[in-house]
């Protein structure tokens, strides 16, 4: 099919830009670049134009989490509750919910979870399919505790690097800014206008249209480079496309703010995994140094050494620990973009006691700030003291 005929199929269907690979015999045979990124600026659509792929993101996650089951760190029968056990309490179905059923959409959780439809297993896992976007949460979660690393470091070293998709992630880069094409609605017209400044940082604005809230992780995100890295994958791997559901506010998950939300979220489960070691050691190394934290009853301290830091939230993990707290949760993330690579991130904590009683309960913000091997936190405040519950 010539370019002017795509041309004219995705005009009478309101699609304002396409970039395409035709595959035979696992070799592209054709790749088609047509329409515009943005139907305000008219910028065209190139083989380099960067798309959000939605759930397109799930069959790439999925063939890593298969090379993980290859290389023994993970097993398609293991419940996920034995590596991450704090995501789905208190359900004795969901505790049962492996690799397996994740995968092939048996877990019985929700697609997503909401007020009306609590997160849990609505039906014994394995017994039939139902589509899951929260299984693939709780999946990258155990990917991420298996492997020790953010999941978009594991995707690019088992699947990006691999296959020469250098300009694929499942997290905003600052490089996409130039040749992103912007989400659109189902008349064609564009519903967030990314504006291109070249002085624009990754994350120092956010875009120009009206927010959506949601809450996906990036296991639900993936922003790939056009027909070309598109045919990598689909060479390489038996891609399914399932997600006929294309509003505007998919790709809204994909724009800097929420890719910035997601990846401090997973710090943030890291830093909470690091204190339910009650290990000092552990949690100081989250941190930067020097680093200044501002404790709930107004006194100030400040740390030049990780010695310092970590002798400091031993006597914190400890004191916690005496309350009986055993596990802490994570709720009501708030996440302002500073430049950059940075951000004030603020959370409210819940540490909880064995019988998941409420030991401890406060509000706290974080100066955040992204290194190459991961974010640390610059400063800590809380924003009341911090009493038993």
């Known amino acids: 099919m010539t370019a002017l005929a795509v041309q004219q199929l995705i005009a009478d269907a309101r699609v304002p830009g396409l970039s395409m690979a035709v595959i035979h015999d696992r070799q592209a045979t054709a790749l088609t670049a047509v329409g515009v990124r943005n139907s305000l600026d008219r910028a065209a659509v190139d083989q380099q134009t960067i798309f959000a792929a939605a759930s397109l993101s799930k069959p790439l996650f999925a063939y890593a989490v298969l090379q993980l089951v290859d290389a023994g760190k993970l097993a398609f029968d293991t419940p996920?509750?034995?590596?991450?056990?704090?995501?789905?309490?208190?359900?004795?179905?969901?505790?049962?919910?492996?690799?397996?059923?994740?995968?092939?959409?048996?877990?019985?959780?929700?697609?997503?979870?909401?007020?009306?439809?609590?997160?849990?297993?609505?039906?014994?896992?394995?017994?039939?399919?139902?589509?899951s976007g929260e299984?693939?949460?709780?999946?990258?979660?155990?990917?991420?505790?298996?492997?020790?690393?953010?999941?978009?470091?594991?995707?690019?070293?088992?699947?990006?690097?691999?296959?020469g998709m250098h300009r694929s992630s499942y997290v905003w880069q600052s490089a996409f800014e130039a040749n992103y094409a912007d989400p659109h609605d189902a008349r064609g017209a564009a519903a967030c206008h990314f504006p291109r400044v070249p002085s624009l940082k990754a994350f120092g604005r956010r875009p120009r249209c009206k927010p959506h809230r949601c809450d996906r992780p990036a296991s639900e995100t993936l922003n790939m480079s056009g027909s070309a890295a598109c045919a990598a994958a689909?060479?390489?791997l038996p891609v399914v496309v399932h997600d006929n559901n294309v509003e505007w506010h998919y790709s809204?998950?994909?724009?800097?703010?929420?890719?910035?939300?997601?990846?401090?979220?997973?710090?943030?489960?890291?830093?909470?995994?690091?204190?339910t070691?009650?290990?000092g050691d552990q949690i100081a190394a989250l941190y930067c140094i020097p680093t200044i934290t501002m404790r709930g009853d107004g006194s100030i301290h400040s740390f030049q050494s990780r010695e310092e830091i970590a002798r400091f939230f031993q006597g914190v993990a400890d004191t916690y620990r005496g309350e009986g707290g055993k596990s802490g949760t994570?709720?009501?993330?708030?996440?302002?973009?500073?430049?950059?690579?940075?951000?004030?991130?603020?959370?409210?904590?819940?540490n909880l006691r064995a019988d998941g009683s409420v030991a401890r309960q406060w509000r706290q913000s974080y100066n955040v700030v992204r290194f190459a091997e991961g974010w640390r936190i610059l400063a800590a405040t809380f924003h009341l003291s911090a009493a038993p519950g």
Do not use: C
């Open 135 to 163: 299984g693939f949460v709780w999946l990258q979660r155990v990917v991420e505790a298996v492997t020790g690393e953010f999941l978009n470091t594991t995707l690019r070293r088992l699947i990006f690097e691999p296959l």
């Open 252 to 275: 809204w998950r994909k724009t800097m703010t929420k890719a910035l939300e997601v990846e401090i979220s997973a710090f943030l489960n890291q830093y909470d995994e690091a204190f």
């Open 80 to 131: 996920l509750s034995l590596h991450v056990p704090d995501h789905v309490t208190d359900d004795p179905r969901a505790a049962a919910v492996t690799v397996r059923h994740v995968l092939s959409h048996t877990s019985g959780l929700p697609n997503w979870r909401s007020v009306d439809l609590p997160l849990k297993a609505y039906f014994p896992p394995g017994e039939r399919f139902s589509y």
């Open 330 to 350: 994570m709720h009501d993330l708030d996440v302002v973009p500073i430049g950059e690579r940075s951000a004030l991130a603020t959370v409210t904590w819940k």
């Open 277 to 279: 070691t009650f290990d």
């Open 234 to 236: 689909v060479a390489t």
